[in-house]
Structures are given as C-alpha cells and as structure tokens.
C-alpha cells in the first residue's frame, strides 16, 4: 500500500490515481492522515481491500500538492553517523549507541515544499524515514517490523553554524528550522519491498549527484533502532525516525558546497520514489 496526504486528506496511491479514505471507507477512517496511525492495524486491512473497489471515491493525484505523510507526529527521533563512511567523513569513530537527537515536528513539510533558507550554511542529509504504526516500549529485535507501519523519504536539512555552535551542539535546533523536515512523497507499507533492509538511497543537488549509497549500509539498521529507542522511550502510533544519512553531505566536500535559493533537491530511494525540495532566499 502506498499512503498520502493529498490536500489534507489520507489518499491510497493505485496507478496514477489515488483513492480518498475518508469516503472510500464510508466515514470509518481518515480524512485526517495522521489520524489513520491510532488504529493502524484495522485501517492496514481496510485498505487490502478497498483500492479498486470504489470509484466515487477515487480523485487525481497531483504529485507536487502532496503534503507529508505523516504531517503532526508527536515525537520525531533522528539518527547521527548511522553509515560508516559519513561517520568518518564527519570525524566521529562509529559509537556503541546510536547517537539520538530531534527534528521539532514543526519542522515537517511534504513533496515539493519550498524552504527558505535562514542565515546560515544550510545543509542536505537523505534519510530513510520509519514510521511507527503501533505502540513500543522495549521491543525485542524480532518483533521490530511489525511495529513499522512504513518507510518515506526524508531530508534531515541541517544549517550547520546553529547546529555546531556551542560546547555540547545544538543538533535538534540546527535541524529544525522551518520546512528542514521535508518527507514523501508517500508511505509505502513494509510488504511492498522485495528486501526491505537493503534500499539503494540516494540525492542530486540540482542535478549533480552528491549522496549514494544503500540501507543495509546502516551501522544500525531499522530493527536495531527501535530497539535501541524503544529501550528508553515509548515509541507511539505515527511518530517517525529519520535513520541517518550515507556520505555526501555538503559541508564536508572540498570546498565545501551549501544550499543556494536556486537549488533544487531531488532525493530518491528504491520501491518509494523521488521527493523534490525547492529553496527560496530569506529576508
Ligand atoms: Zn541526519
């Protein structure tokens, strides 16, 4: 199944249609997209159904109105030097933890999202993003899936003078300026992957191609992460996790490279598709 917020409203994603929930379902789910995730178990069977069987229900889908799957979580969980290769470009040893921070969920925004860029050396990080369809608390590794309603793309936009300022740095608040949480341009449900641990991963830069790598890259891959998380906090219906991004980053290439307004940020990830983010210069 693939899920998205098309004006406000929880659609199912079929061919190049989409199907609105909320009268597809006669009233029981939606329209309310981040409202799907409080019963995620009931709706997921629903929608197994429902895709096909209902054209009064089925409206256009226009890719660049989408907003972010998962518009109002209520917690966002982020992951630093989660690969190898970023952890040493970044000048970290890997860590015996996964080094956990926040995006403040004001900060999420969906497909096609134009973001001003602050003052700053704004910066771009993909990210493979899990989100949470039912309640955790201290999972062992063999349930971790089954708590995953689905994976998206997101971008972990950093300014990096905020983010780095300081004796112990500011990471949530570097990551969280408005529209720095980019997500899209759907939920695609686990069952859709051939192999959902192993995801090629990448982003281009206004055409150049500045990150590539694949999931299973992942010093922590996504069962290890809720349990990690879930051993501390409680992990609720719609929260999401940005797990980390590969190598590539701009503030560590020679010279360093930093988003301009006229960029455009093209971000992909295999079996999900392609979120694009656009830039505007501040006042
Ligand atoms: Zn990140």
Redesign the pocket.
């Known amino acids: 199944m693939k899920l998205a917020n098309l004006g406000g409203r929880a659609v199912l994603v079929t061919e190049d249609r989409a199907v609105d929930v909320h009268r597809a379902s006669a009233g029981r789910f939606g329209p309310d997209p981040q409202s799907l995730f409080d019963d995620w178990a009931s709706f997921a069977q629903w929608a197994s159904t429902a895709t096909d069987a209902t054209p009064e229900a089925s409206v256009t889908l226009d890719v660049a109105a989408l907003g972010a799957p998962v518009p109002c979580p209520r917690q966002v969980f ?3 030097l ?1 690969y190898a290769e970023h952890a040493a470009e970044a000048g970290y040893p890997p860590d015996s933890m996964p080094v956990t921070f926040t995006k403040f969920p004001s900060s999420i925004v969906g497909q096609d999202a134009v973001v001003e860029l602050p003052e700053g050396h704004v910066d771009w ?1 993909v ?1 493979l993003v899990v989100v949470i369809g039912r309640e955790a608390h201290r999972l062992e590794r063999e349930q971790a899936w089954d708590h995953v309603a689905g994976l998206t793309i997101g971008q ?1 936009l ?1 300014e990096r003078i905020t983010q780095l300022q300081g004796t112990a740095p500011q990471f949530s608040l570097g ?1 969280s300026f408005p529209g720095f949480g980019p997500t899209g341009p759907w939920l695609v449900t686990p069952d859709e992957f051939a192999d959902r641990d192993d995801l090629a991963i990448s982003c281009r830069l206004s055409g150049e191609s500045m990150q590539s790598s694949r999931t299973s890259m992942m010093l922590y891959d996504v069962p290890e992460l809720l349990v990690r998380l879930s051993a501390v906090c409680r992990l609720l219906p719609g929260d999401i996790i ?1 797990s ?2 590969p190598a590539g980053i701009g503030n560590r290439r020679t010279p360093p490279r930093f988003i301009g307004p006229d960029d455009v940020l093209v971000s992909e990830i295999e079996g999900i598709g392609t979120l694009t983010t656009r830039f505007t210069a501040g006042d």
């Open positions: 982020a992951i630093g989660n990080e990210e972990d950093s990551k940005f980390g991004t």
